[in-house]
């Protein structure tokens, strides 16, 4: 089944614990990385790889996430009266013509597993899908992280996560793929391991938060039960599902944060600010001072 890729799931009803006090009232996805919230370059990167339709999993008291794709309209006819024509430009863009926002409930915290199914109603069961979690951005200025795996997609027909080289150490926290070399030069995954301990990892390629799914993988996922840590684990159902259906592994180009973190927040904040010309300048010149004082 080779479909293109026209929906992204985004599972967002997490509370956002490590971020407390500040995400008491506001969502961590709507925390900013510079001057956009962390869920809106998730967005972008999604519009950028042909996404059409996002749905949005959230959990009661996080419709705020929705608030920022709605269009203000008290907003815009400010902006446009004060000649802003460039702000107006920037918030119009939140959310392109032709672009639809969907919203799906996860009433209890049951696991990424059970993040995804609950946008079960919004994907076609006959439809390849992405999943994008918006903790994990991916600085890449080319075709962004999710266009890589649909690249993949497109050449396979089958499904792909994105996956990347972790310190073995760290096994005990990631997903963890086995994969296969084919003979068309694309990598198939073989086996997918749940936060295994570094003595029982398959390898050390940690899956990032970027997938492509068969939607056939809801029935998968409405059945197989909890997994690690009690939860109804995203990983393990593909790993059943897998059986029949090709996975491929996508190896990812660009630098990927842990916004999931205080310290990858502030790494994410820094690197893209240092991508934007007006700012660079300036923010080298107050991190060598800072570097002066500390060293």
């Known amino acids: 089944m080779n479909s293109p890729v026209r929906k992204a799931v985004f599972p967002v009803a997490g509370l956002g614990t490590r971020f407390l006090p500040a995400t008491k009232a506001v969502p961590k996805e709507l925390l ?28 009661p008291g996080k419709e705020s996430i929705l608030d920022h794709f709605r269009r203000d309209e008290g907003l815009e006819s400010k902006l446009e009266q004060g000649g802003k024509d460039a702000l107006l430009a920037r918030v119009r ?13 996860q009433d209890q915290p049951l696991g990424l597993g059970h993040a995804v199914l609950c946008a079960r109603e919004h994907v076609p069961a006959d439809e390849h899908f992405a999943v994008i979690l918006p903790d994990d951005m991916v600085l890449d200025p080319g075709r962004g992280a999710l266009a890589q795996l649909v690249a993949v997609h497109e050449a ?22 086995e994969v296969e070399e084919t003979p068309s030069g694309h990598r198939r995954i073989t086996s997918l391991v749940e936060k295994p301990a570094p003595e029982e990892a398959p390898s050390n390629l940690g899956i990032v938060g970027r997938y492509v799914l068969d939607g056939r993988i ?18 393990d159902g593909i790993a059943r ?14 630098v990927r944060y842990d916004c999931g973190s205080r310290l990858g927040m502030l790494k994410a904040n820094i690197d893209y600010a240092l991508e934007v010309d007006s700012l660079r300048d300036e923010l080298l010149a107050h991190l060598g001072h ?3 004082r500390t060293g």
Do not use: K
Request: some cysteine; glycine content about 14%; charged content about 15%.
């Open 241 to 254: 599902f897998m059986g029949d259906h090709p996975v491929y592994a996508c190896p990812l180009e660009g």
């Open 32 to 59: 900013p990385v510079v001057d956009r919230p962390l869920i809106q370059y998730a967005v972008e990167e999604a519009v950028a790889a042909g996404v059409d339709t996002m749905v949005f999993v959230v959990s």
């Open 290 to 292: 800072v570097l002066g």
């Open 156 to 177: 396979t027909g089958g499904g792909v996560i994105g996956l990347e080289a972790i310190d073995p150490s760290l096994t005990a926290s990631y997903g963890i793929a």
């Open 218 to 235: 809801f029935d998968t996922l409405a059945t197989i039960g909890e997994g690690a840590g009690g939860e109804i684990q995203l990983t």
């Open 93 to 105: 863009a939140i959310l392109p013509e032709g672009v639809r926002a969907e919203v799906a409930i």
